[in-house]
């Protein structure tokens, strides 16, 4: 069984590890990060409590670079990188609160791009142009893009890569987000490689799933290795269901068992309590 110390945490803040990932309680820190192939960025919410003044001005800069790691001691990996957009100063009791507010993606905002692809260019082409304007590595299956006939005639950008980026993904039917400083382009009916990482009771699932027509929501221990784009293997007997009316509709006695596409994760975690765990959202 896992217990409290196998947990492991780290914070690197423009490349200096501020917190490293000792066995122990180390500082409180309570942490909720967010990532959403709905809103392009990850987010970060993250509370150290009880830092002085003097550490926190030392330590934390508006538009610093921010990487957080976290796992157990066999499994820690980073969750987060990005930039801290708010430094807030809270109070709770005798406890003083410092929550670092910040959005993912080290590299500044690109907004413009002046570049000409020649005849015959392919879509995947426009798109590896598009983020390298940008600045990040990119996370692409270009066979998930086979099938799309190249542009005759050439492709021109001229403009914010992104707005470009936004364009082909409603054209072509794929959405991007930023993850761990990679941007990672999925065609909206297909996954990342890899094989489905299983939950279930005997590998950390806490509760039950909660199964919809379309998806299902379900937690589970604190796990890095889950991805957006990846997927996941449901197994328990017992769940929930969210379905429009179940009086009329037949729910298969599998339902609750079954390989989900990884939509939306959100890392939440309470180095003191608790809370250590990885929610969910998952489409059939």
Not at 56 to 70: E, N, P, Q, T
Not at 198 to 222: A, F, H, Q, W, Y
Request: glycine share 10%; aromatic share 12%.
């Amino acid at each position: 069984m896992t217990t409290f110390y196998d947990r492991r945490f780290e914070l690197i803040i423009d490349d200096k590890v501020v917190m490293a990932p000792l066995e122990g309680r180390q500082f409180k820190v309570v942490f909720e990060i967010k990532i959403d192939t709905g809103g392009y960025v990850s987010f970060a919410d993250i509370a150290i409590y009880n830092l002085s003044q003097d550490t926190i001005g030392r330590l934390f800069k508006r538009g610093a670079v921010i990487k957080f790691r976290a796992g157990y001691v066999d499994t820690i990996d980073t969750i987060f990188i990005g930039r801290i957009r708010n430094i807030l100063k809270e109070r709770d009791g005798s406890d003083v609160i410092t929550r670092l507010i910040a959005r993912g993606g080290s590299l500044p905002k690109v907004t413009s791009i002046e570049k000409s692809l020649g005849e015959g260019v392919r879509v995947t082409d426009v798109i590896h142009t598009c983020v390298a304007a940008m600045g990040y590595s990119i996370v692409i299956q270009e066979e998930q893009f086979s099938s799309i006939p190249a542009y005759p005639r050439g492709y021109t950008l001229h403009g914010d890569p992104r707005a470009y980026l936004d364009e082909l993904a409603r054209t072509h039917d794929f959405s991007y987000v930023i993850d761990n400083d990679r941007l990672v382009i999925n065609k909206n009916d297909s996954f990342r490689p890899g094989s489905p990482i299983v939950i279930s009771k005997e590998n950390g699932m806490e509760g039950i799933p909660e199964i919809s027509e379309i998806g299902c929501d379900v937690r589970t221990r604190l796990n890095p290795k889950v991805k957006v784009y990846g997927r996941i293997d449901i197994r328990s007997i017992y769940k929930s269901f969210n379905f429009g009316n179940l009086y009329f509709q037949d729910v298969p006695d599998s339902a609750g068992y079954g390989i989900y596409r990884v939509y939306q994760i959100t890392h939440s975690g309470d180095s003191w309590g608790d809370e250590w765990s990885t929610q969910i959202t998952g489409w059939r």
